[in-house]
Nanobody, 114 residues
Framework: VQLQASGGGLVQAGGSLRLSCTAS????????MRWYRQAPGKEREWVAS???????NYADSVKGRFSISRDSAKKSVYLQMSSLEPEDTAVYYC?????????WGQGTLVTVSS
């Protein structure tokens, strides 16, 4: 299974972007779908997660500005990002954790200019 992330780009501060991540095929036994990000010179950090139950959690730094969602077939996870700040500049990675293994997307670069 491969995860294809897309939707990154250059945006001005205050703008919005929507990231998408689609699996090459359906994944059985999903435990969680998550987004992470890695800013230049920093460690990868968790951004948001959504469980099969629909339970959603966000990092404090994005709460109220980002929204995670998934499609009903559970092949895709999305991250709607609003009120973007220069500090949100990073490579964003999608992650799907199943009972069998963990999958990572290739990353999509988000650059927020001030």
């Amino acid at each position: 299974v491969q995860l294809q992330a897309s939707g990154g780009g250059l945006v001005q501060a205050g703008g919005s972007l929507r990231l998408s991540c689609t699996a090459s095929r359906s994944i059985i036994g999903i435990k969680a779908m998550r987004w992470y990000r890695q800013a230049p010179g920093k460690e990868r950090e968790w951004v948001a997660s959504i469980l099969p139950s629909g339970l959603i959690n966000y990092a404090d730094s994005v709460k109220g500005r980002f929204s995670i969602s998934r499609d009903s077939a559970k092949k895709s996870v999305y991250l709607q990002m609003s009120s973007l700040e220069p500090e949100d500049t990073a490579v964003y990675y999608c992650n799907i954790n199943s009972v069998y293994t963990e999958y990572w997307g290739q990353g999509t670069l988000v650059t927020v200019s001030s």
